[in-house]
């Protein structure tokens, strides 16, 4: 790997620590979590606050869903060349028991994963710019 910096490739969605945490929001009315983070107004229909507080979220859940991307995802991503076709998975936050979408790691394929499955949140590699090394996270499969 490079001497290069880490950053991440969206600034303010993760964190960049040895375990990570998505960034997101809760409703200081009714508790909602959302993710990507939610400022303007709370989209609970039975919720009327404009009141959030930033949250770290869960770095832990199962796979609600998953399936797999056989196609280079148009810009601003930053897909491998040439390209190859990853694992995406829904994941159910443990505590918020929100869904959240993202990729899984590489070297994992959807004939590996199982809806229920325990993953956990990492960052890995997303690409290298002339600065840095952007870093996204990904889910990563755990025994149970």
Not at 52 to 78: D, M, Q
Not at 79 to 104: D, H, R, S, T, W
Request: charged share 25%; glycine share 6%; net charge negative.
């Amino acid at each position: 790997m490079s001497d290069k910096p880490l950053a991440p490739a969206i600034e303010g969605w993760h964190t960049m620590e040895v375990k990570p945490h998505l960034i997101g929001t809760q409703c200081k009315g009714c508790g909602t979590y959302f993710f990507p983070k939610n400022q303007a107004y709370c989209r609970n229909p039975a919720c009327d606050s404009t009141d959030f507080r930033e949250v770290e979220l869960s770095r832990s859940g199962h796979i609600w869903s998953y399936t797999n991307a056989c196609y280079k995802p148009p810009e601003p991503f930053v897909a491998a060349e040439p390209f190859e076709p990853y694992a995406i998975a829904a994941v159910q936050l443990e505590k918020e028991q929100m869904v959240v979408l993202g990729q899984v790691i590489e070297g994992v394929s959807c004939e590996q994963l199982k809806v229920g499955m325990p993953v956990e949140l990492v960052l890995e590699p997303l690409h290298e710019t002339d600065d840095d090394i952007k870093m996204t996270w990904k889910w990563k499969p755990v025994a149970p």
